[in-house]
């Protein structure tokens, strides 16, 4: 059985950060090629990812590519797709024509370079206006490509905080400017009979936080839960707990410099 408890992000171009969550017990770690690398340094970024990847690991190997309207996204596949990848996350899919696209594309490098084809899995995150719209249609994509093949899509992601900036939103304790999106998200993924989506890591209402402003991006500050604090079982139940309750899987997606072997794969699994 797979498991999906936790997702450990770590920046590409960060070595030492890299090698740290490679080492963690992480279900999986994505090695990330977008947010966290700027624009000048994403193509040096790509090879220390790939061969990253090849070494041996506790869990699964991601790599977040760059958005497939972006002019980085073809090279990121190109360049890191090879038999240690496990996953690609892909940012800001807004329409089917985009799985579509990057599907066919993993399909043809699988084929190219002796990789089983639909192995590698392939994880959407929807993380805008647009996307959350359109998301029953991005989540029909499987029945609207017109090529054959594996279908590789098995879940999606929400992006809360892009969401949340891509709106302009000030989000609360409470976090209910995004209980629609989310809710959205859970019954396209259902009505699709997917796995249940997986979501940021969340602190319950009564924990301590403090806005994170996000650089770059002129809009209100959002308030954000800090993974540093994830030390308290009892919060990281409610985490688990609080999610699964509006339909998203028992798992969680860690900031990059959650790195310190502090996941909380024991809280964030299926409760009995």
Same mark, same amino acid.
């Given at each position: 059985?797979?498991?999906?408890?936790?997702?450990?992000?770590?920046?590409?171009?960060?070595?030492?950060?890299?090698?740290?969550?490679?080492?963690?017990?992480?279900?999986?770690?994505? !090695?990330?090629?977008?947010?966290?690398? #700027?624009? *000048?340094?994403?193509?040096?970024? @790509?090879?220390?990812? %790939?061969?990253? =990847? /090849?070494?041996?690991?506790?869990?699964?190997?991601?790599?977040?590519?760059?958005?497939?309207?972006?002019?980085?996204?073809?090279?990121?596949?190109?360049?890191?797709?090879?038999?240690?990848?496990?996953?690609?996350?892909?940012?800001?899919?807004?329409?089917?024509?985009?799985?579509?696209?990057?599907?066919?594309?993993?399909?043809?490098?699988?084929?190219?370079?002796?990789?089983?084809?639909?192995?590698?899995? !392939?994880?959407?995150?929807?993380?805008? #206006?647009? *996307?959350?719209?359109?998301?029953? @249609?991005?989540?029909? %994509?499987?029945? =609207? /490509?017109?090529?054959?093949?594996?279908?590789?899509?098995?879940?999606?992601?929400?992006?809360?905080?892009?969401?949340?900036?891509?709106?302009?939103?000030?989000?609360?304790?409470?976090?209910?400017?995004?209980?629609?999106?989310?809710?959205?998200?859970?019954?396209?993924?259902?009505?699709?009979?997917?796995?249940?989506?997986?979501?940021?890591?969340?602190?319950?209402?009564?924990?301590?936080?403090?806005?994170?402003?996000?650089?770059?991006?002129?809009?209100?500050?959002?308030?954000?839960?800090?993974? @540093?604090?994830?030390?308290?079982?009892?919060? /990281?139940?409610?985490?688990?707990?609080?999610?699964?309750?509006?339909?998203?899987?028992?798992?969680?997606?860690?900031?990059?410099?959650?790195?310190?072997?502090?996941?909380?794969?024991?809280?964030?699994?299926?409760?009995?």
């Amino acid at each position: 059985m797979t498991l999906n408890r936790s997702f450990l992000f770590a920046p590409g171009n960060v070595a030492r950060r890299v090698e740290k969550a490679l080492a963690l017990e992480a279900d999986a770690v994505i !090695l990330d090629l977008e947010d966290s690398v #700027a624009p *000048g340094d994403k193509a040096a970024t @790509r090879k220390p990812v %790939a061969e990253a =990847l /090849r070494r041996p690991r506790r869990g699964r190997g991601y790599v977040r590519v760059n958005a497939p309207s972006s002019p980085f996204c073809y090279a990121d596949l190109v360049e890191t797709i090879h038999q240690g990848v496990d996953g690609v996350v892909l940012p800001k899919v807004e329409s089917a024509a985009d799985l579509h696209a990057i599907d066919w594309l993993i399909a043809a490098l699988e084929r190219s370079r002796g990789i089983a084809e639909g192995s590698i899995d !392939l994880m959407p995150l929807i993380e805008t #206006a647009a *996307g959350v719209q359109r998301v029953d @249609r991005v989540l029909q %994509a499987r029945s =609207l /490509r017109p090529y054959p093949g594996p279908w590789r899509v098995r879940r999606v992601c929400f992006g809360a905080a892009d969401y949340a900036n891509d709106l302009g939103l000030t989000v609360g304790p409470e976090e209910e400017p995004l209980a629609e999106a989310r809710a959205r998200i859970v019954l396209a993924s259902r009505a699709a009979g997917m796995e249940s989506p997986i979501d940021r890591t969340a602190v319950p209402a009564n924990a301590p936080r403090e806005p994170i402003p996000n650089p770059g991006r002129p809009i209100t500050p959002i308030a954000l839960p800090i993974s @540093r604090r994830f030390k308290s079982a009892t919060i /990281r139940r409610a985490t688990r707990d609080g999610t699964a309750r509006i339909g998203f899987s028992r798992s969680a997606v860690h900031p990059s410099w959650n790195t310190r072997g502090d996941l909380p794969d024991s809280a964030m699994g299926p409760s009995v």
